[in-house]
Structures are given as structure tokens and as C-alpha cells.
């Protein structure tokens, strides 16, 4: 069990003659998401009972991520879990499986970074537990120990996506689909890691391209962005002049809504569809994006509480019709966010919270030692 493999991982810290912590791989920074706008509709629809009457043709499938980390003197330990839920067609693919948890067949949900010198790197293979980098090189002490996080949670997004694939349903991941950088940055650290960083996402997001162009072939992917606080697209060409910069989405598309909603009763509208063209290393790659303001309680005056988020696909697309599996799992099926994603999201932190848990009354921490790093 996860049990027994972080109790040999606490003796070998033990038995070690050096710490090498570094402490300022600890620290990051939210690095908001920039992209120009290459084509943008300004069309606004609002709504109504119509958009609900198709029924999709394919059911839906939720993909989502979760992490946590256990902190230690001697080795950075984290777990992530992944899960793809579909809630029409009844089957759901976890990493971990839970009933793997009761074996050590498969550990490589686990990241362990060691911190402690001498250190032989065979414990961690015969332990089954991950600690090499997406580039397959061990991650070392001063590796950012978030970048570490984020690529670890991503890499089994793909994983996920990746089976996912094989059901030929329509696909709802939480997050974007495609990041042209990373979305966590090192607040301090060492400067000559940074090619490592960015060479580490460019293998991560070619590998999720790839699985989401698979997936199109039969099916459709979109990637749902919940926390557009971090996001600055709209503010950053003004699309609909409304002479705000540098804020966020979320606070431009609060403005928006306010004018547009002024003196009237609120309804669910869809901003675009808006091309956003971004990529690396000479790819480039064309992402289409909608905003969705949906109603979420109405008070005095009409004006109420929204729900914004974003949804992106691969590609170019053009007609609000490429929008309607969304709409059906959202508002047709009277949730603000659409319920697939609603699904995962409770599943997976479910499963983390347990492999918490485990580490917890493994390694004998506190829970005031176990971080939830913020992700996109």
C-alpha cells in the first residue's frame, strides 16, 4: 500500500548524511494567461428555451486533475489523481484506480523529488513511484517544486485523455486545453533551469495536442477555464471598447455584463466566437474561444450574481451550433458549469483527499503540512 512505500521513503531520509533542501524552489507565482487576439465576433446571444431542444448526439465524458503535497525535511512528496467520468454511459477511469491502492502494481501517481545526499535513484524505480521529469531526467533539489506539480497533474491529464480517446464521446476537460507556457512561474530560483522548464512543457503540451487531435477525429474535445482571474485575453485587445486594461477576465466580462444587462433582467449570453493563435518553439497553434455569463441568482433591479467561463477548442470554429454539447451539460441540464465537469471535479478531490490521507498517518505530518497548489 501507499502506506508501506512513504514509510521506506521517511528511513531512507533518515539514513541519509545530507539535506539539500532548497528552499526557494518552494516559491511560485500564478503566471496569468496572455494571448493576442488574431479574429474576434463581437455578437453577444442571449439564450432562451430553444438552444435545448437538440439532444447531442454522443453522451459526455469529464476529465479533471487534483494534487496535493505532503512537505518533508528530506524529499518533496506529492500524489495527483486523475479521473474521466461519463455520466450517461455509466464508466469512469481513475489513475489511481482505487483498487490498485491495495497493491504496489502501479505508483506512479506519486512524485517524490529527494532532497537528501547520498540518494540512489533504483529505491524509487523498485518503489514504482514516479520522480523523473517529462523529459525523463530526475528531477533535482532545485527544480520548482510547483512547475514539478503542474507537470506531474498534466502529464495525467494526457494519460486520461489518452484512454478517454477510445470511448468516442464528446470530451469536457477542466482547464485549457493548450498552454503556450507555463501557468506557474518561480517567484525565485535558479535561472538556468529555465530551458529545462520550458523544454518539459513544450513534451507535455505536444502530447496533449496530439491525443486532443485524435480524439476529433471521431468525437469533439473542449477545454472548460473556470479561473479566469488569471486570464487576460479580453482586457488585453478590448474587443468591445470598454476602455479597461490589464484587469482580468473575469472583472472585464463583470463590467460587460453590467452594461449589457443594465435596467433589464439578466438571461445566460455567449460572447463569441474569438481566434487566439499561440504556440511555441515555431508551432503555432489557433484556439477558438467562447465566454458564457450565466445568471446565477437575480436581486433587486434584475442585476445578479454570474457564473463567467471560458471554453476552448482546438481549431477554428465559427457557429454557435460547435457550442451546443457545452450548453446541453450546462444550462440545459440546469447548472451554471456543465455537469460532467461538476462530476470529475468531485470524484477526483475525493480520491486525493484519500491518498492524502494515507501520507499523512504514513509520514506522521500534521494536516497543516499538506499544500494544494493552485493550477489553471
Given amino acids: 500500500m501507499a502506506a508501506d512505500i512513504f514509510s521506506k521513503l521517511q528511513e531512507i531520509g533518515r539514513n541519509a548524511t545530507r539535506v539539500v533542501r532548497v528552499e526557494e524552489s518552494r516559491e511560485f507565482a500564478i503566471q496569468g494567461e496572455y494571448a493576442r487576439i488574431k479574429e474576434a465576433s463581437l455578437e453577444v446571444s442571449e439564450l432562451d428555451t430553444s438552444v435545448c431542444r437538440e439532444t447531442p448526439v454522443n453522451s459526455t465524458v469529464g476529465v479533471d486533475s487534483s494534487s496535493r503535497v505532503v512537505d518533508t525535511p528530506y524529499m518533496f512528496i506529492a500524489v495527483a489523481a486523475a479521473t474521466g467520468v461519463s455520466r450517461i454511459g455509466l464508466r469512469a477511469y481513475d489513475i489511481p484506480s482505487p483498487s490498485s491502492l491495495l497493491s504496489h502494481t502501479n505508483n506512479k501517481y506519486i512524485l517524490v523529488i529527494p532532497e537528501v545526499e547520498p540518494f540512489n535513484h533504483q529505491v524509487l524505480d523498485e518503489l514504482g513511484v514516479e520522480y523523473k521529469d517529462p523529459s525523463s531526467r530526475p528531477y533535482t533539489p532545485g527544480y520548482n517544486k510547483a512547475l514539478a506539480l503542474e507537470e506531474h497533474r498534466v502529464n495525467l491529464e494526457n494519460m486520461i485523455l489518452g484512454e478517454v480517446a477510445k470511448w468516442g464521446e464528446i470530451v469536457l476537460l477542466d482547464g485549457p486545453l493548450f498552454l503556450p507556457s507555463h501557468p506557474v512561474t518561480e517567484a525565485r530560483g535558479s535561472s538556468k533551469l529555465i530551458n529545462v522548464y520550458k523544454e518539459n512543457w513544450e513534451v507535455l503540451m505536444r502530447r496533449r495536442l496530439s491525443i486532443v487531435e485524435k480524439i476529433n477525429l471521431s468525437s469533439r474535445v473542449y477545454g472548460v477555464v473556470k479561473r479566469l482571474q488569471y486570464t487576460h485575453i479580453l482586457s488585453r485587445d478590448d474587443p468591445f471598447n470598454l476602455g479597461v486594461t490589464n484587469v482580468s477576465d473575469q472583472a472585464y466580462l463583470s463590467i460587460l455584463t453590467e452594461r449589457i444587462f443594465r435596467g433589464k433582467p439578466s438571461k445566460p449570453i455567449i460572447i463569441g466566437p474569438i481566434h487566439v493563435s499561440s504556440g511555441f518553439n515555431g508551432t503555432s497553434v489557433e484556439r477558438t474561444m467562447w465566454?458564457?455569463?450565466?445568471?446565477?441568482?437575480?436581486?433587486?433591479?434584475?442585476?445578479?450574481?454570474?457564473?463567467?467561463y471560458r471554453v476552448e477548442e482546438i481549431g477554428y470554429r465559427n457557429s454557435l451550433e460547435?457550442?451546443?454539447?457545452?450548453?446541453?451539460?450546462?444550462?440545459?441540464?440546469?447548472?451554471?458549469?456543465?455537469?460532467?465537469?461538476?462530476?470529475?471535479d468531485q470524484r477526483v478531490?475525493?480520491?486525493s483527499e484519500a491518498l492524502t490521507r494515507q501520507i499523512v498517518l504514513a509520514?506522521?505530518?500534521?494536516?497543516?503540512?499538506?499544500?494544494?497548489?493552485?493550477t489553471l
Avoid at 465566454?291 to 463567467?308: A, E, K, N
Fill in 349 to 351: 478531490k475525493k480520491l
Fill in 291 to 308: 465566454y458564457l455569463s450565466i445568471p446565477r441568482r437575480l436581486t433587486g433591479g434584475g442585476l445578479g450574481s454570474f457564473t463567467f
Fill in 322 to 344: 460547435d457550442l451546443q454539447p457545452v450548453i446541453f451539460d450546462s444550462i440545459c441540464s440546469g447548472t451554471s458549469l456543465p455537469v460532467s465537469i461538476l462530476l470529475a
Fill in 363 to 374: 509520514v506522521g505530518a500534521t494536516r497543516e503540512s499538506t499544500l494544494q497548489y493552485l
